[in-house]
């Protein structure tokens, strides 16, 4: 990371040179940039970037993650759904099916997780998601005048 183009610069001869003292070449032409401000023109052998993906996860510029957690929230709902039958079974506990939504729902949802910025919207559709578990896990229809305290008082989740 870096302020300024010269900062960056000097920063990027320091890794080439560096690299190189231990068998390691950089290739300059395959190096990327990213600005989160205004980019006055950057004359780096690199690529300018309006996005990468980092960790599983599209960063953009402007840091807006809105795409990348609705993205997550539709994966761990087709997650879900393939739960269905395991999870509409009478002979699992509901212990057991609360760890299987544990383990194998809400990982999907959160991988990449530490690269977003979120938002109260997002904030919002995630412990929304979290409830739309709950509540399919329970089988309780979406017109069943239910609250959410009881439906965590029913799940007990840690």
């Known amino acids: 990371m870096a302020e ?24 300059i032409q395959k190096t990327k940039i990213m600005a989160s401000g205004p980019i006055t023109s950057w004359q780096i052998n690199g690529e300018t970037m309006a996005d990468f993906i980092f960790l599983g996860s599209k960063i953009t510029a402007d840091g807006d993650c809105s ?32 760890h299987l939504v544990k383990a194998m729902v809400f ?33 309780v229809s979406w017109t069943a005048r239910r609250s959410n305290q009881s439906i965590l008082k029913e799940i007990k989740p840690e």
């Open 4 to 27: 300024s183009e010269e900062k960056l610069k000097s920063l990027l001869m320091k890794v080439k040179e560096e690299s190189e003292k231990v068998g390691l070449k950089l290739n």
């Open 107 to 139: 990982p999907v949802v959160m991988h990449g997780c530490e690269s977003w910025t979120i938002k109260k919207v997002e904030d919002q559709r995630i412990d929304g998601f979290e409830l739309w578990c709950w509540r399919r896990l329970l089988i």
């Open 67 to 98: 795409h990348e957690i609705k993205r997550h929230l539709l994966l761990g709902r087709k997650a879900m759904t393939n739960l269905d039958s395991i999870l509409k079974s009478r002979d699992i506990t509901l212990l057991t099916k609360v």
